[in-house]
């Protein structure tokens, strides 16, 4: 497994690149070089300088600052809307498989339902009935990604069911719930791992554009999208504002990407 990572070079780089983002995360307050959220008029939509690594917006906050600042924001809604949507979607999925009947009926009707939609559409939908929020488009992306994990549970399952392992388990007297959280999830739950981390960055780059429209983080928050839309309207003289934001969103999602690729190759050997 190691050996495979190591001679994927893209894995490598997409390795380094979360690792890199997560190190900033964490030690933002160090790594930035003034107070994201402090306005300085005298300094506005100064170019990148000695003093300003990356340059200063239109009210004169330090804009390295605030992308240090805002790794941590995207982190934190990457991270939790997959932790609260990969679990429902994994028992919803591992129930639907291995009960099957009425219960299988309600649960995929209510995934297609959801997946009729696109993705972007309905978040946009319940994040603007929620309110403009970070914590609003957390729950508003989670309630629209959990169905994809559903689904790839659900078929896993259907193929481990009727394996010799859990009709071994059948035959010693296991009650099925038993058989369905220590023997069918452990066993179906890779491919949903595999999607999850991929997922990190598709969810960084959907919250990005939600606080974009205005849906998600609220100024004067260090956010990405955030920063991306307050930048709209000064692009034409002050293009470090506009682009820099942009480059962290590309690095995250490619190096979550890059990593999700590597890991499916070393994990799933058919999906090469």
């Known amino acids: 497994m190691v050996r495979r990572m190591i001679n994927s070079p893209l894995t490598i780089l997409g390795l380094v690149l979360v690792l890199l983002i997560i190190i900033t995360a964490i030690f933002a307050p160090v790594i930035a070089t003034h107070n994201p959220t402090e306005v300085n008029l005298l300094s506005k939509l100064e170019g990148p300088s000695g003093e300003h690594f990356f340059g200063t917006d239109e009210v004169g906050r330090d804009i390295f600052s605030r992308i240090v600042y805002g790794t941590r924001i995207s982190l934190k809604i990457g991270l939790l809307v ?17 009960i099957g009947g009425r219960i299988d009926q309600i649960i995929m009707r209510a995934t297609d339902i959801f997946l009729s939609f696109p993705g972007i559409i309905l978040a946009m939908s319940i994040a603007a009935a929620l309110g403009p929020s970070i914590e609003n488009v957390l729950l508003a992306l989670a309630a629209t990604w ?127």
């Open 146 to 272: 959990w169905p994809w994990y559903t689904r790839i549970v659900r078929s896993s399952v259907l193929s481990l069911k009727n394996s010799e392992f859990i009709e071994a388990s059948r035959a010693l007297g296991a009650n099925p719930f038993r058989i369905l959280f220590k023997e069918v999830i452990p066993n179906a739950i890779a491919p949903a791992s595999i999607q999850a981390s991929l997922d990190l960055g598709f969810v960084i780059l959907a919250a990005a554009g939600l606080s974009f429209i205005g849906l998600g983080a609220q100024p004067p928050s260090p956010e990405w999208g955030a920063m991306l839309s307050s930048s709209r309207e000064i692009i034409r003289d002050a293009w470090w504002a506009a682009t820099f934001p942009g480059i962290a969103i590309l690095i995250t999602v490619l190096g979550f990407n890059l990593m999700g690729d590597g890991l499916r190759d070393v994990l799933d050997p058919k999906q090469r």
């Open 82 to 98: 997959v932790l609260i949507s990969f679990p429902i979607g994994t028992i919803l999925g591992a129930i639907a498989g291995y």
